[in-house]
């Protein structure tokens, strides 16, 4: 079966050391693929081994029918063969050259009147057309971060990837790049891999995921399947779930779809989504504290599944949230707004109820 020029396929195995490997099998298509893990995971790595800066120990890589690298075939195509371009947080544009100069350099081979249609036509597309006889060095952050995406693309590559080019932008002019960005590739449609930090980058721009956690794929899929309800703890903490702790299943109510767990030294019991397990099983259940809403004296009548008592050990602000930490057996981080933590006068020893959705509860994998 044929693969579409448009899918880049990859299979590799690289060890680093003694105490990393990196082992990693997926497809991307055109679009987004947005490349999540810890530091350290095998991220960088992951995206040198397919532009040709590391060399895998085993595995293949291919861009449709065009094959980079396959050990068993003992290919390894040079770089500047890959017809890929790579963008890292260093963009290394050429200080003595003019906008226009910096995203020619690399089509100096080709006629010149489509050298020009190329760089007109990424210009216009990432809005610098005005900045094209300026240098580096008079223009802003945001805009050499332009000139280097321009300067990538100009080349025509099959694939691209984006190594957390636009880290030290403010979110405002991050989001106008990439906007320009995927107005791009609507029209080129080719496979761009995103390494971020960002989980939120990740549902507004993926089509596809993908989790490393020290060297191996994790998990891979939609975003919404993969970050939304995280089936590892890795996953949870890298999209925020706050709180994550260690449970026993008491019983299973199969006709509700939840399960009663054991939390804690208190032995608080909550109801969370059924999975597959017997009573006595451990889970970890992880919770967003952003899901978790306080009350002065107990709350009746409400359709949350999971209300309780807990004492506030900690209170701190951190920007517009009020982060407060409360103890119900277990240590619990919640978040409120400022005015809700005046109204409900929260301090130390403070007495509160805790409220819980059975929905924001997701059961975790170590």
Request: charged fraction near 20%; charge should be neutral; hydrophobic fraction near 45%.
């Amino acid at each position: 079966m044929q693969i579409p020029d448009s899918v880049v396929s990859v299979n590799v195995a690289r060890r680093t050391s003694s105490a990393f490997s990196l082992a990693a099998q997926f497809e991307a298509g055109p679009g987004f693929t947005m490349v999540l893990g810890p530091s350290g995971s095998g991220k960088t790595t992951l995206l040198d081994c397919i532009a040709g800066l590391a060399r895998p120990d085993a595995g293949r890589i291919a861009i449709g029918e065009r094959v980079l690298f396959d050990a068993a075939a003992q290919i390894d195509m040079p770089v500047a063969q890959r017809r890929l371009a790579y963008l890292f947080q260093g963009l290394a544009l050429f200080p003595h050259l003019s906008v226009e100069q910096n995203v020619k350099y690399g089509i100096s081979k080709l006629a010149a009147p489509e050298r020009e249609r190329r760089m007109q036509s990424l210009l216009e597309s990432f809005r610098i057309t005005q900045l094209r006889d300026r240098r580096p060095g008079e223009i802003s952050g945001g805009e050499r971060q332009r000139v280097a995406l321009a300067r990538a693309l100009v080349t025509d590559p099959a694939l691209l990837l984006l190594d957390e080019p636009l880290t030290a932008l403010d979110l405002s002019s991050k989001s106008k790049i990439l906007d320009d960005l995927r107005q791009w590739n609507a029209a080129h449609r080719i496979p761009i891999l995103y390494v971020t930090h960002a989980p939120q980058e990740a549902f507004a721009l993926g089509e596809r995921v993908l989790v490393l956690e020290a060297g191996q794929l994790i998990a891979q899929g939609m975003p919404h399947q993969i970050l939304k309800w995280p089936r590892s703890e890795t996953i949870a903490q890298i999209v925020g779930f706050e709180n994550v702790f260690d449970a026993t299943v008491l019983s299973v109510l199969e006709a509700q779809g939840t399960m009663l767990c054991r939390v804690g030294r208190n032995h608080l019991v909550l109801e969370v989504p059924l999975i597959r397990t017997a009573v006595g099983a451990p889970v970890r259940i992880a919770v967003r504290a952003g899901d978790i809403m306080l009350a002065g004296e107990r709350p009746h009548g409400l359709s949350a599944r999971n209300t309780f008592e807990g004492r506030v050990i900690e209170v701190r602000r951190a920007g517009v949230t009020v982060v407060v930490m409360v103890d119900s057996g277990v240590t619990l981080e919640v978040h409120v707004t400022p005015a809700a933590a005046e109204e409900l006068k929260l301090a130390p020893q403070r007495a509160v109820w805790l409220v819980l959705k059975t929905n924001s509860c997701s059961l975790v994998e170590p």
